[in-house]
């Protein structure tokens, strides 16, 4: 994945426009490239978050957790069509409502075993969920 992000990096500075003028998205691609090298334990405190929506920050978190930990496409049985296309229509609140729901499932199914003990990616996505959200820009929230 990185490699293909630094291609398109390459192919969009070479091809099209200098890619710096690209601002927040470009922003994004640049932090989300070392975000996926580093530790789950050090993403909480990583400047790296300011730069990523924090819907794509706890989506990328759902491949670092267990399987019983669904995200809102397969909790909702939809396709990646129609879950790309709700997640193009709604803002990081909404996205972040979707993702909460996926959460308090996941604690049920542990709870429901007995178990106390969660995989380490549920406090940490509770954790940047409630307060990037809370900091997301407004054209974020929209």
């Known amino acids: 994945m990185a490699r293909d992000m630094a291609e398109l990096e390459l192919a969009v500075g070479q091809n099209l426009f200098p890619v710096e003028q690209l601002?927040?998205?470009?922003?994004?691609?640049?932090a989300f490239r070392?975000?996926?090298?580093?530790?789950?334990?050090?993403?909480?405190?990583?400047?790296?978050?300011?730069?990523l929506p924090p819907s794509v920050i706890l989506h990328h978190l759902y491949s670092r957790g267990p399987e019983e930990l669904q995200s809102p496409l397969q909790r909702n049985k939809l396709t990646p069509m129609q879950y790309s296309l709700w997640l193009a229509s709604h803002g990081?609140?909404?996205?972040?409502?979707?993702?909460k729901a996926t959460l308090d499932d996941y604690a049920a199914k542990v709870r429901s075993r007995g178990d106390?003990?969660?995989?380490?990616?549920?406090p940490l996505m509770l954790?940047?969920?409630s307060s990037l959200t809370e900091n997301a820009p407004a054209s974020q929230k929209q």
């Open 92 to 99: 990081e609140d909404q996205i972040w409502k979707g993702i």
């Open 34 to 51: 070392p975000l996926i090298f580093l530790e789950t334990s050090q993403l909480g405190a990583s400047p790296l978050l300011q730069d």
């Open 116 to 122: 106390k003990e969660f995989s380490p990616v549920y």
């Open 23 to 30: 601002g927040a998205p470009y922003r994004a691609l640049r």
């Open 127 to 129: 954790q940047l969920g």
